[in-house]
């Protein structure tokens, strides 16, 4: 789904769509898929629900599982998204690295154990 960009990103494309609900989502075994192959060092237990960090036009997001979504799909919320949607689009995601200094910004301990 994601291939290394750069330094911190991956590289994806995502079918991106608007929705009602108040975070940015992709299908829950997608997110957890995720979590467990760019996120997860094989060490101890690990959280796989820990938010993905996307970056989607000129800013970085937090991106949750949702069993709702379709699989290769982001839902963002309609305050973030824009007139191009529905469509296909080039998604960064932070590696974990860059997505953990991302979270700890906004008050998220996103990489302790459970």
Request: glycine share 10%; proline share 6%; net charge negative.
């Amino acid at each position: 789904m994601f291939e290394r960009f750069s330094s911190g990103y991956y590289l994806g494309e995502l079918y991106v769509e608007p929705h009602g609900g108040d975070r940015a989502v992709i299908q829950r075994a997608d997110h957890e898929h995720v979590n467990e192959q760019l996120y997860a060092d094989g060490e101890g237990v690990e959280r796989l629900d820990a938010p993905l960090v996307m970056k989607v036009g000129g800013g970085h997001i937090p991106v949750a599982g949702d069993e709702d979504v379709p699989s290769g799909t982001l839902a963002l919320p309609q305050e973030l998204a824009d007139e191009t949607l529905p469509d296909r689009k080039n998604v960064l995601l932070a590696d974990a690295d860059r997505a953990e200094t991302l979270l700890r910004w906004e008050g998220w301990e996103p990489f302790a154990n459970a």
